[in-house]
């Protein structure tokens, strides 16, 4: 399958500071890249949807202002998590896919953020 | 009532038997069906995906659809330890835009 990468794996941050996530597609083109946060023994809920180029469409109940997200190129997206709070800790994964809504998205590595 | 339903488990089963895992999902118009394996604190990875009503084998893993009853299962013959693991069904809805995860099985296999 294709390879996606996610960067950092683990990051820890004090509250209020802001952390950046990377999602890169290595072999392929990402037309779309999806954002998912996932808590312990939880399933993985979607909180974004980036196309390249264009503005992301957000979950209901995802502070857009809060969850930025950038999807300059088409190998690159990044999600930066604003003044984060210790209730923002989670693990966060990307998916990316090339294509159409029906080509299958391969998921990143996933990165465990912790806020203290 | 959830889009995408799993039983929780943990399902614990002898190494050598077959795990026997099932979803249902609430869109009759879906599309694509697609299971996946999560061990602890990593990401998801595809196992199977399935398109069309009846059985898709791939080795050890039988993926079956029936669109009827709208019910899709995973079976794992020949378990082994290391596909303990939580296995998450997920589904592409009506239009094939949005993916929607159940909240998984845990899977223990007993050696």
């Known amino acids: 399958g294709a390879v996606v990468s996610q960067h950092p794996s683990r990051v820890i941050c004090k509250s209020g500071t802001s952390v950046k996530i990377e999602c890169r597609s290595l072999?392929?083109?990402?037309?779309?890249m999806f954002w998912y946060r996932q808590f312990p023994k939880q399933s993985l809920m979607l909180m974004a949807t980036?196309?390249?180029?264009?503005?992301?469409?957000?979950e209901q109940g995802v502070e857009k202002d809060k969850f930025l997200i950038n999807h300059a190129s088409l190998t690159l997206s990044t999600l930066t998590v604003t003044s984060a709070h210790p209730e923002d800790s989670s693990f966060y994964i990307c998916s990316a896919r090339e294509g159409s809504d029906w080509t299958i998205a391969f998921f990143g590595q996933g990165t465990r953020l912790t806020v203290v | 009532q959830k889009e995408v339903e799993q039983n929780s488990g943990p399902l614990s089963v002898p190494e050598g038997a077959i795990a026997s895992l099932n979803c249902t999902y609430s869109?009759?118009?879906?599309?694509?069906f697609f299971w996946y394996r999560q061990y602890s604190g990593k990401s998801p990875e595809l196992i199977m995906f399935i398109y069309s009503n009846g059985d898709k084998e791939d080795g050890r893993f039988t993926a079956q659809l029936n669109k009827a009853s709208q019910y899709v299962s995973l079976l794992i013959r020949d378990s082994q330890p290391s596909d303990s693991a939580t296995y998450l069904c997920?589904?592409?809805?009506?239009?094939?835009?949005?993916?929607?995860f159940g909240a998984g099985t845990r899977l223990f296999v007993k050696a």
């Open positions: 980036s196309n390249e180029g264009s503005k992301a469409t957000y």
């Open positions: 072999d392929f083109q990402a037309t779309t």
């Open positions: 997920a589904v592409k809805g009506t239009g094939g835009f949005k993916t929607i």
């Open positions: 869109d009759r118009g879906s599309q694509s």
